[in-house]
């Protein structure tokens, strides 16, 4: 019985990855509509970015989420600014179809770039546990995961609730003609918007390749995560990101401790489909 | 007596697609004057404020405000010049509180040193806002929400307010009190256009009126040289 304890701290310490993985995803629906499908690559490639970094300057790879979070804040902010705020508009196909064109790109960029070769960010903390009672521990980078889901989403949540541009974006969401006439600069905030929900990517990104290999085409592998935390949490819910990322990562780690590592993916689709059969907006969908 | 001319619109034509809303419209509108457009529904009143503040561009024609052209401008860059739209329907942000509405409309730039005195004046002047300050604005009464959505509009510290139909779905003693406090408004140096389908209040409260048509002005005047014959047979196109 005493088994079972470690995957169930795996999981509640993973879930706080999935939020991070899927916040940005799910910020950019409730703001826009818009459904990113190169979210996950984004993040690969803020994997990436850190692994150059930390190859090239020898420093851990948690040091350099300081570089890697400005650039993606730079790339959300052109890609939307020149590219995705093009096609808003009252269809969702042309932002589908554009960013799935992106993510064909972004993978065969990172293809011809790094190979097809598996990398992980290596760091001191890799193979630390911290002991907890007899067989139980806390593997450090998890726990890492977790804290800094945590940290991620309060900033946000602070962010959005407090700040001029936080609640400015919130404004253009709800109304985008009303929030004109206050002065708000729409497309130039989406840009803003953007930018931060690549923030949060490129430090998902980063916790990514701290804690499992990555190859170019790992993105998607992701993005299914995102959706998965989204579907079960909720569209546009901060709140429904933790829930459901906490929920889809004990669901895998559930089915596979008592069904096989075979399993872990399969398990955590079920429960996404009994949710979106019994709650389709999610636990705590707004939209 | 030589006025300043606060906001001059000539000759504007104003396009929907293949549809044409607005013919040749001129209207003009003294600096710290009440001006009011009348008109049926359709008759192109709310176009005529739309395309002021931004949110249409016109096929012909233009708009100046203190001589500057502001025809074709993004609304944020019509807020900026000092000019704030009561939009139709009172669009108040849903999911952002009373206190939320009111903050973001002091978003530009220049209106946020004087944030926290604006939103003072619009306690006082609407108390009930003070009040609800924290609730959420789709909860407040549609006579609340109208306040709601002319305090949004004062925090930019406009010089010019455009008002669309904020009469519409509230009761007579509701539509008194807020008419009430536009006057304090006004005499505070702040320029009014009011656009209502309602003619009897308009007219009382304003010092020029223009009435619509179908997209054309087809009287205008001071409303106590205008007869109420005059006004009805232009509003109902007789």
Same mark, same amino acid.
């Given at each position: 019985?005493?088994?079972?304890?470690?995957?169930?701290?795996?999981?509640?310490?993973?879930?706080?990855?999935?939020?991070?993985?899927? %916040?940005?995803?799910?910020?950019m629906?409730?703001?826009?509509?818009l459904?990113?499908?190169?979210?996950?690559?984004?993040?690969?490639?803020?994997?990436?970015l850190?692994?150059?970094?930390?190859?090239?300057?020898?420093?851990?790879?948690?040091?350099?989420?300081?570089a890697?979070?400005?650039?993606?804040?730079?790339?959300?902010?052109?890609?939307?600014?020149?590219?995705?705020?093009?096609?808003?508009?009252?269809?969702?196909?042309?932002? *589908?179809?554009?960013?799935f064109? $992106?993510?064909?790109?972004?993978q065969?960029l990172?293809?011809?770039?790094?190979?097809?070769?598996?990398?992980?960010?290596?760091?001191?903390?890799?193979l630390?546990?911290?002991?907890?009672?007899?067989?139980?521990?806390?593997?450090?980078?998890?726990?890492?995961?977790?804290?800094?889901?945590?940290?991620?989403?309060?900033?946000?949540?602070?962010?959005?609730?407090?700040?001029? $541009?936080?609640?400015?974006?919130?404004?253009?969401?709800?109304?985008?003609?009303?929030?004109? *006439?206050?002065?708000i600069?729409?497309?130039?905030?989406?840009?803003?918007?953007?930018?931060?929900?690549?923030?949060?990517?490129g430090?998902?990104?980063?916790? %990514?390749?701290t804690?499992?290999?990555?190859?170019?085409?790992?993105?998607?592998?992701?993005?299914?995560?995102?959706?998965?935390?989204?579907?079960?949490?909720?569209?546009?819910?901060?709140?429904?990101?933790?829930?459901?990322?906490?929920i889809?990562?004990?669901?895998?780690?559930?089915?596979?401790?008592?069904?096989?590592?075979?399993?872990?993916?399969?398990?955590?689709?079920?429960?996404?489909?009994?949710?979106?059969?019994?709650?389709?907006?999610?636990?705590?969908?707004?939209? | @007596?030589?006025?300043?001319?606060? +906001?001059?619109?000539?000759?504007?034509?104003?396009?929907?697609?293949?549809?044409?809303?607005l013919?040749?419209?001129?209207?003009?509108?003294?600096?710290?004057?009440?001006?009011?457009?009348?008109?049926?529904?359709?008759?192109?009143?709310?176009?005529?404020?739309?395309?002021?503040?931004?949110?249409f561009?016109?096929?012909?024609?233009?708009?100046e405000?203190?001589?500057?052209?502001?025809?074709?401008? /993004? /609304?944020?860059?019509?807020?900026?010049?000092?000019?704030?739209?009561?939009p139709?329907g009172?669009r108040?942000?849903?999911?952002?509180?009373?206190?939320e509405?009111?903050?973001?409309?002091?978003?530009? /730039?220049?209106?946020r /040193?004087?944030?926290?005195?604006?939103?003072?004046?619009?306690?006082?002047?609407?108390?009930?806002?003070?009040d609800?300050?924290?609730?959420?604005?789709?909860?407040?009464?549609?006579?609340?929400?109208? @306040?709601?959505?002319?305090?949004?509009?004062l925090?930019?510290?406009?010089?010019?307010?455009?008002?669309?139909?904020?009469?519409?779905?509230?009761?007579?003693?509701?539509?008194?009190?807020?008419?009430?406090?536009?006057?304090?408004?006004?005499?505070?140096?702040?320029?009014i256009?009011?656009?209502?389908?309602?003619?009897?209040?308009?007219?009382?409260?304003?010092?020029?009126?223009?009435?619509?048509l179908?997209g054309?002005?087809?009287?205008?005047?001071?409303?106590?040289? +205008?007869?109420?014959e005059?006004?009805?047979?232009?509003?109902?196109?007789?």
């Amino acid at each position: 019985m005493q088994d079972i304890l470690q995957p169930i701290l795996n999981g509640i310490l993973l879930g706080g990855l999935y939020a991070v993985i899927a %916040i940005g995803l799910s910020t950019m629906f409730g703001i826009v509509k818009l459904v990113n499908l190169a979210h996950g690559d984004l993040m690969i490639l803020s994997s990436y970015l850190s692994l150059v970094l930390a190859s090239s300057t020898g420093l851990s790879p948690y040091w350099t989420i300081l570089a890697v979070v400005p650039v993606m804040y730079f790339v959300g902010f052109f890609v939307q600014g020149l590219l995705l705020n093009r096609v808003l508009g009252k269809e969702m196909e042309p932002p *589908l179809l554009v960013t799935f064109g $992106l993510s064909i790109i972004l993978q065969n960029l990172l293809l011809l770039i790094f190979t097809p070769d598996a990398r992980s960010l290596m760091s001191s903390l890799t193979l630390k546990t911290i002991p907890v009672t007899g067989s139980l521990n806390i593997p450090v980078v998890y726990l890492v995961d977790f804290l800094a889901g945590l940290a991620v989403i309060f900033c946000l949540y602070y962010f959005f609730q407090k700040s001029y $541009l936080g609640r400015a974006i919130r404004a253009a969401s709800d109304d985008e003609s009303a929030a004109q *006439l206050m002065g708000i600069n729409t497309k130039n905030i989406y840009a803003k918007a953007m930018g931060i929900a690549m923030m949060t990517a490129g430090i998902a990104g980063v916790l %990514i390749g701290t804690t499992f290999t990555f190859y170019p085409h790992t993105g998607p592998q992701y993005l299914i995560v995102a959706f998965g935390v989204i579907v079960i949490g909720g569209f546009g819910s901060m709140k429904g990101c933790f829930v459901g990322g906490f929920i889809l990562a004990m669901a895998q780690l559930m089915g596979s401790h008592f069904l096989g590592p075979g399993y872990q993916l399969l398990s955590g689709y079920v429960v996404l489909l009994i949710v979106l059969a019994l709650r389709p907006q999610g636990i705590f969908g707004t939209v | @007596m030589a006025e300043t001319v606060a +906001l001059q619109v000539s000759g504007l034509d104003v396009h929907y697609k293949d549809f044409q809303a607005l013919w040749d419209v001129s209207v003009q509108v003294a600096h710290g004057r009440v001006v009011s457009i009348i008109g049926a529904n359709g008759a192109g009143k709310s176009t005529l404020l739309n395309t002021t503040s931004g949110l249409f561009t016109p096929t012909r024609g233009t708009i100046e405000f203190h001589g500057n052209r502001i025809d074709g401008q /993004p /609304p944020h860059e019509t807020v900026a010049r000092g000019i704030s739209l009561v939009p139709e329907g009172r669009r108040v942000f849903p999911r952002l509180t009373v206190y939320e509405n009111l903050f973001i409309g002091s978003y530009t /730039p220049q209106s946020r /040193p004087g944030r926290e005195q604006a939103l003072a004046t619009i306690y006082e002047l609407f108390p009930v806002l003070k009040d609800r300050r924290d609730q959420m604005a789709d909860t407040l009464s549609g006579g609340e929400q109208q @306040m709601l959505a002319i305090g949004r509009a004062l925090m930019s510290e406009p010089k010019l307010i455009l008002c669309d139909e904020i009469s519409l779905g509230l009761a007579p003693v509701i539509i008194a009190g807020i008419y009430k406090r536009l006057k304090q408004i006004n005499t505070e140096g702040i320029t009014i256009v009011l656009v209502e389908q309602d003619i009897t209040r308009s007219l009382k409260a304003a010092d020029y009126t223009y009435i619509l048509l179908e997209g054309k002005v087809v009287l205008e005047g001071q409303p106590g040289v +205008l007869t109420e014959e005059q006004v009805k047979k232009a509003y109902f196109g007789i």
